[in-house]
């Protein structure tokens, strides 16, 4: 299985890609899709625009995206989400089923603690793909998205399999 995982930012959107085969984790590949222009349809174009090549490009089997959070500034809430909305429907256009997850449920996937620092995001993915080379912390984090949906892709398997089983 190939899982894209997107951090969606209306400046900056980071998207890691890894391949998953049972418990190994391989990373392809991982970047950031920039928001250019100063109007905000210049800006969700190009982050279209950029996350449909990266797609094309790696073909992933599945995609994760990170739930918007909701922040005492109302506007930049609602920016964060129409970027968040191209970040799924790119994916969806191409026919990937999406997962979402929220801010600490990848952390605490990932890290083991709900509320840990960036540092520790990117240490953990270091730890989990070795001899990756980060292009930046949004990507660290779009990389933090695909490994918690691969974890949790593989858990919803085998609670499958187990419920098909005791049938």
Not at 87 to 101: D, F, K, N, Q, S
Not at 108 to 136: D, W
Request: aromatic residues 4%; positive net charge.
């Amino acid at each position: 299985m190939r899982v894209i995982g997107i951090d969606p930012g209306l400046v900056n959107s980071g998207w890691g890609v890894i391949d998953v085969d049972g418990s190994r984790l391989t990373h392809v590949a991982n970047g950031i899709c920039h928001g250019l222009g100063e109007d905000l349809g210049d800006r969700l174009l190009a982050l279209f625009d950029q996350l449909t090549a990266v797609i094309a490009q790696y073909r992933p089997d599945q995609a994760a995206v990170e739930k918007t959070f909701v922040n005492k500034d109302g506007v930049g809430t609602l920016k964060l989400g129409q970027a968040r909305g191209v970040a799924m429907l790119v994916p969806a256009r191409a026919g990937l089923p999406i997962g979402e997850y929220a801010p600490n449920q990848i952390k605490k996937t990932v890290v083991g603690a709900g509320h840990a620092e960036k540092r520790q995001v990117e240490y953990m993915v270091r730890l989990q793909l070795p001899g990756v080379q980060i292009n930046g912390p949004d990507a660290a984090d779009a990389l933090a998205i695909a490994l918690c949906h691969a974890h949790h892709a593989r858990t919803n398997g085998r609670l499958a399999a187990a419920i098909a089983a005791g049938r």
